[in-house]
Nanobody, 129 residues
Framework: QLEFAASGGGLVQPGGSLRLSCTAS??????VGWFRQAPGREHEGVSC????????YYADSVKGRFTISRDNAKATVYLQMNNLKPEDTGAYFC????????????????????????WGQGAQVTVSS
């Protein structure tokens, strides 16, 4: 069974940085997305990267602060998060894009859970002073 697991979360002060990693037992060459869920809120799409790194997407809330990258040789997708804010607090998950009618990342209102699967363990990020 394919599952994408996130790691690298932690507690950080506002303005700080964290780098999350996403791995899978059978990484393949999938387009991968990052989502987050704050307590009591729906999942929010954060960022996405295509299998060949040619296409990336960022939600407006993280644009300019987060950077997504991948190393296929290491079977890992990274999410570098800088200038973290308290509103970035939440559980972060990664998953593969699946059955989306395009080779690119879903964008805007299309960037939602229904186009992703193989969800696994999340990583908790807490931004607090």
């Amino acid at each position: 069974q394919l599952e994408f697991a996130a790691s690298g979360g932690g507690l950080v002060q506002p303005g700080g940085s964290l780098r999350l990693s996403c791995t899978a037992s059978n990484f393949g060459t999938y387009t991968v997305g990052w989502f987050r869920q704050a307590p009591g809120r729906e999942h929010e799409g954060v960022s996405c990267i295509s299998s060949d790194t040619d296409d990336t997407y960022y939600a407006d809330s993280v644009k300019g602060r987060f950077t997504i990258s991948r190393d296929n040789a290491k079977a890992t997708v990274y999410l570098q998060m800088n200038n973290l804010k308290p509103e970035d607090t939440g559980a972060y998950f990664c998953a593969r894009r699946w059955n989306y009618p395009s080779s690119k990342c879903p964008i805007g209102t299309d960037f939602e859970r229904r186009w992703f699967d193989s969800w696994g363990q999340g990583a908790q990020v807490t931004v607090s002073s």
